[in-house]
């Protein structure tokens, strides 16, 4: 008998219909014998609606009331698979983030778990039951609801998973399995069998929307097995896995590419070039809670020079006017914002044992004669900011330029 936490996504959800197949997939896995815990989130584009709501009355909503708002979307798909897990003859119960003690901090829209009282769900489970818990809620100390970040019910599965010590943690979602790219990019993308939880921090950092990022950390830091899976297919196909990295196995150069539409890029010109400047542009946007992605500081010229860094679309304005303010104060030449940038990034933890990887993506892009405005490099990664009309074509001629449609790519 094994122990599976299940975590089915919005789109999986997204009808009275959809439920009901969850719930007889649910009942397949029970009747094989295995104890199941099953998060889900809400149904499709519900929690945009609700933030839909809120804005038209406030367009920034006080956060506590938001997550008290969209934390409802989950309250109602456990309830509906509960209800359906009965018909289907299943004893299943549901609960609210709060009821199975998911104790978060106070960071609301962004709360991380701190730890799960996971002494009810065993409860449950050893009285033979399915447990339906809410994705993506939780409570702080005070008891006030949080959530847990856009797509955070992947984090609510992995998090429960290792609190049970589960033999496994299935993210059923509409794709069977992570691919090399997003298909819808690259149609000759492939499914991989395997991949390594820090390639897939990688991918999902990096904007492969298949797993929110917070969901791998906890996975690879608790050892957690992580299975992405359909909940389309008839019967279960075998996803794809994400483990530790295996000895002896010689990994693929590359296991796939990466794009990032999310980002913007902001430059301010003219910096005194001295001892601190990063730091004093740098420390407002940190304190501000803004995440600062690439960093890029110019070689100085006549004692002054550029710095160019990236943040998240959404927090943009805040960032430039905060850049705008420091500016000022140091007396840069000029503050400039660029949104229409995507980051492209190459992935596989076989870079460490491959040299060149980094100058063959140049010269694949530079033949496209695509522009590169930026570049960071990692053990397992090398990225770089272009413009953004040219995903499809960079993506596709590295994808094809390190033969990723292939099971074993240059090997
Ligand atoms: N319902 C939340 C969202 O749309 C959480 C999730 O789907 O995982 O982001
Ligand atoms: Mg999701």
Redesign the pocket.
């Known amino acids: 008998m094994a122990l599976i936490v299940q975590k089915y996504?919005?789109t999986s959800v997204g009808t009275v219909e959809r439920i009901e197949n969850v719930a007889r997939r649910v009942k397949g896995w029970v009747d094989r014998g295995n104890q199941v815990v099953v998060v889900v989130?809400?149904m499709s584009g519900e929690?945009n609606r609700l933030i839909g709501l809120a804005q038209a009355i406030d367009p920034h909503p006080d956060p506590r009331e938001m997550d008290v708002l969209v934390s409802t979307?989950?309250q109602v798909t456990i309830a509906l698979l509960s209800m359906a897990l009965q018909k289907a003859g299943c004893d299943a119960r549901s609960y609210t983030g709060s009821q199975v003690h998911i104790r978060t901090d106070s960071a609301y829209s962004k709360a991380r778990i701190l730890d799960i009282d996971d002494a009810r769900l065993r409860h449950d489970l050893n009285a033979g039951r399915v447990v339906v818990v809410a994705?993506?809620q939780g409570v702080d100390e005070q008891g006030n609801i949080t959530t847990l970040g856009?797509?955070?019910?992947?984090t609510t599965a992995v998090a429960i998973a290792a609190a049970l010590k589960a033999d496994e943690c299935q993210i059923y979602t509409d794709v069977d399995g992570v691919y090399t790219t997003d298909p819808r990019v690259e149609p000759k993308a492939r499914k991989l069998d395997r991949i390594t939880f820090e390639e897939m921090l990688e991918m999902a950092s990096l904007g492969s929307k298949v797993l929110q990022i917070r969901a791998v950390e906890f996975a690879g830091k608790y050892n957690v097995p992580l299975r992405v899976l359909s909940s389309f297919d008839e019967v279960d196909g075998e996803g794809t896995l994400i483990t530790l990295e295996e000895d002896g196995v010689e990994a693929a150069k590359i296991s796939g590419i990466a794009f990032n539409r999310d980002e913007a890029k902001l430059t301010v010109r003219g910096v005194p070039d001295q001892p601190g400047v990063a730091y004093k542009i740098l420390g407002p946007i940190g304190e501000a809670n803004i995440e600062v992605d690439m960093i890029v500081q110019n070689i100085a010229k006549d004692g002054t020079t550029d710095f160019t860094f990236t943040v998240h679309r959404s927090e943009q304005e805040k960032a430039l006017e905060i850049l705008r303010k420091t500016a000022e104060q140091l007396g840069a030449r000029e503050v400039e914002a660029d949104d229409q940038i995507v980051k492209i990034s190459l992935v596989g933890v076989g870079m460490r044992s491959h040299a060149g990887i980094a100058s063959k993506m140049f010269e694949t892009l530079a033949k496209e004669g695509i522009n590169i405005q930026m570049i960071s490099t990692s053990e397992i990664k090398v990225s770089v900011v272009v413009d953004e009309k040219y995903l499809e074509l960079g993506v596709r001629a590295l994808h094809d330029a390190f033969g990723l449609e292939e099971a074993n790519p240059g090997a």
């Open positions: 996504g919005g989130s809400a929690t979307g989950e994705g993506f856009r797509g955070g019910s992947d």
